[in-house]
């Protein structure tokens, strides 16, 4: 019976190594906001069911999952925690599965992109608008 404690705890924390910080790839396009609440943030699996004004605000790559249910439920939650963090409040959901190309030994990445909806900002929401455009037109001045 302890042996299949040690089996079943081993095999919990295989499946959770798939999703270290590791597998996370983030590309920011935006500005980060003050957080969301993680539970908030929507999950949409297509563009045409976006039905606000919204900015993108980073493309988050989950790489290396292995594709089974329990893993890919756990990397969007995974993504959907990440994405509230930069103030998310929205995320459009696709992935890639290498099984597609033949791979013997399938991986799934999951692509998130991180949407901020702007029909009603804060004014902290506004705030991280204008520090971004500043910041880019510094960046830019600098580079000349």
Do not use: H
Not at 12 to 30: K, S, V, Y
Not at 97 to 117: F, M, Q
Request: glycine residues 10%; hydrophobic residues 40%; charged residues 25%.
């Amino acid at each position: 019976m302890k042996k299949l404690g040690l089996v079943v705890a081993g095999l919990l924390l295989a499946g959770c190594a798939t999703l270290e910080m590791n597998n996370l790839d983030w590309i920011p396009i935006g500005p980060d906001f003050p957080p969301t609440k993680a539970k908030n943030v929507e999950i949409i699996g297509s563009k045409s069911d976006i039905t606000r004004p919204y900015g993108n605000l980073g493309l988050l790559r989950i790489k290396n999952l292995q594709p089974t249910r329990d893993n890919l439920k756990m990397g969007v939650e995974k993504g959907r925690k990440f994405v509230a963090s930069k103030g998310a409040d929205a995320m459009l959901i696709g992935q890639y599965n290498s099984a597609e190309d033949g791979a013997s030994n399938p991986r799934v990445t999951l692509i998130i992109y991180a949407i901020k909806y702007v029909d009603n900002l804060s004014e902290e929401d506004e705030k991280a608008i204008e520090d971004f455009k500043v910041l880019g037109i510094l960046n830019e001045r600098s580079d000349s």
